[in-house]
Every structure is written in C-alpha cells, then in structure tokens.
C-alpha cells in the first residue's frame, strides 16, 4: 500500500517536472512562464530522482509507466541539454590566457549590494584581499555611497549615481575613465554606465554596467528585462572594441534571451566549459542557486581567472574577473547580429515602457 501511495506521489511529481520543462518552451514573456528557466539544474536533479524512483517501484509493462518514463527522459535530457555547455564536459568559449603582456591585464569586482544590507565592511574585505582595477555595484543608495567614501582613496576615478530605489549604481576604477556617463537605454527610470577605461598600456576598453528591470510575480513580465539587455549588446557590438559588460542581469546564463543578447553584441561568456558560479540567492545552498550576475566580454580577451566571491551580506556573491587583452590576437568569437528576434523583443519591450522607437 506504501509503495502504490510512492508511486502515485512520484508519478504527479514526473508530470509536473515535465510540464515545467516544456512550459519555458513556448515564446511569451511573462513571468510564470520565463521564472522555470532559472532553475533547470534543480529541476534536472529533481526529474532524475523521480524516475529512478519509479523505475524501482513501478510495473515496467504499463503503458503510463512507460509514458512517464518516456516523456521524463526527454524532459532530462532537454534541461540537461541547456546546462551542459556550463559544465567542465563542454570546450571553453573564451580561451585562458598562457601569460599576459605588462598593462593588458583588467580585474574586475562586481557586486549586487542589496538596498537593505548595511554590511559595507564586508565588501570592502573583498575589495581589499582580490584587489581589482575596477568595481562596480549595483542597488546602491545614498547610505551605501557614504559607507563606499573610502575606496574613492585608492580608486580616484569613479562615477557614483545613487538612488533611494533598487536602480543606483557606481563605478570605482583606479584606471582612468574615459568619456563616463549615467545613460538610460530603454525608459528614464532604469540607468546604465557606460565609460572607456584607458589600460596602463594605454589601450582603452569600452565597459557596460547595466541592472535591467526584472518581472515581478503579479506585475510585468521579461519584456523591458530582455529589451534592455538587446539594447546593450547592441551598443557593445556597434561600438568601440575591446568591450567588457558587467551586472546582475537578472537572467540565467542558460536562457534563450541570454543567448540571443550574446550574438547581439559578439559577446562571450567565461562560464562556458568551466562551470555555473552561480550568484543568487546568497543565502541558499549551492545547488540551489542560479547564475545571474555576470561578466561578459568581447573576444579581444583572454580569460585569467573567474571566481565567485563570499558572502558579503548581500543576497548575491560577488562574481570577480581576471582579463588580459588580446595577449596572441583575436580569438574566435560570436560575430555581432541585428537579428529579427531581436528587433520584436526591443520593440516589445519600448512599447511596454512607452518609449518612442
């Protein structure tokens, strides 16, 4: 009797894990449909105990045993599929760097503080033991600008633009900035920064740092999210290269919208061949977490090194970049593309915003 009540149980688990595989499949851009992207990894695990379950408790001559396992397998190997290339078992996208010239060499630090978190040491903890040329963060406020007064000390370049909402940011180089600036790339109310920052060699690479809008349950779905990214791939693949993009994205590094904002701009990602490094919730387990802020970049870099940072009070990690610029010459990269899905989705989410086109 048990084991018929663990198999009922299990077998409503497998078809609610298939239908939520299959649901991110269909082209819309609401919320309830766009949130089973992020967690993949922890549906793939969870399908993968529930058939073994089944398999176990089940009678392989009935048909529905046979259906669920079945369908179960290929919703597996379809959530497998998109997170495979963020394994060790899939080749890198962007090449390690052997050595890196003197002045080629970038480190980055970027962190979603958290509007709330009044925990400014810790950070500058990190600050201080990862030492990078540049941090930038994201939700800060007119506190977290005050609590971020010491690093101007050894970081005497920046561009601060706190807000009392989830939308400040600030940019601390020790590099020089060039021609920095606050823009706003879909509607007045979500910033963006966008500067040079000149190399010691005197190289000057293009830097992104965006936090585009997220869905919100009852409220606006992906449409403003991934508009906002386009629009920012965009500018990095029709501007001045080298290129670096930094945030929390609010998207997995495994969605669609994702992938299409990497060919947009002829970006890569470090993640890929090397592992999740996922960021968010801090607070959760590590196989609980998805990976939502980043570091991209053209393909003018070799990557160094890539690490996600300690906790830091925030309910992101820190993730933290080390680039060397073009150390043997270009390496093989997405070719930037204007491309008709990209078109609708920037249209789509200018006319949510009521901006014109």
């Known amino acids: 009797m048990m084991a018929s009540a663990a198999y009922a149980v299990l077998f409503v688990l497998a078809v609610l894990l298939v239908f939520l595989t299959a649901l991110p499949r269909l082209h819309s851009q609401a919320w309830w449909v766009r949130v089973w992207d992020f967690p993949r990894p922890q549906i793939a695990g969870l399908l993968a105990l529930t058939l073994a379950g089944l398999a176990a408790l089940g009678d392989p001559g009935r048909w529905a045993h046979l259906g669920i396992l079945a369908s179960g397998g290929l919703a597996l190997a379809a959530q497998l599929r998109r997170i495979w290339p963020f394994t060790p078992l899939h080749a890198v996208q962007a090449q390690p760097a052997a050595r890196c010239a003197a002045g080629q060499k970038l480190t980055l630090l970027t962190a979603n503080l958290k509007l709330r978190n009044s925990g400014a040491e810790r950070l500058l903890e990190q600050v201080r033991r990862t030492n990078p040329d540049v941090v930038f963060v994201v939700e800060l406020d007119a506190s977290w600008a005050d609590a971020l007064e010491p690093l ?182 997405p070719v930037p593309s204007r491309s008709r899905a990209a078109a609708r989705v920037i249209a789509a989410g200018r006319g949510e915003a009521g901006t014109p086109p």
Request: aromatic content about 10%; overall charge neutral; proline content about 10%.
């Open 152 to 333: 101007k000390r050894d970081y005497p370049h920046h561009l601060v633009h706190p807000r009392a909402d989830f939308w400040g940011m600030a940019i601390y180089a020790r590099l020089p900035l060039v021609d920095p600036g606050v823009q706003f790339l879909l509607e007045s109310y979500v910033p963006s920064i966008r500067t040079g920052l000149r190399l010691p060699s005197g190289a000057v690479v293009a830097f992104h740092g965006v936090h585009p809008k997220p869905p919100t349950l009852f409220g606006h779905g992906t449409v403003q999210r991934d508009a906002e990214l386009l629009l920012a791939s965009r500018a990095v693949g029709c501007g001045p290269r080298p290129a670096v993009l930094a945030g929390d994205l609010n998207a997995v590094a495994w969605s669609r919208e994702t992938e299409l904002f990497m060919r947009e701009g002829g970006l890569m990602d470090p993640r890929i061949g090397r592992g999740l490094f996922s960021t968010f919730p801090a607070g959760w387990p590590w196989f609980l977490r998805w990976p939502v802020d980043h570091v991209f970049f053209s393909g003018e870099f070799r990557l160094l090194r890539l690490a996600r940072l300690p906790d830091i009070g925030s309910d992101h990690l820190p993730l933290y970049a080390e680039l060397c610029l073009d150390p043997d010459g270009p390496q093989t990269q």
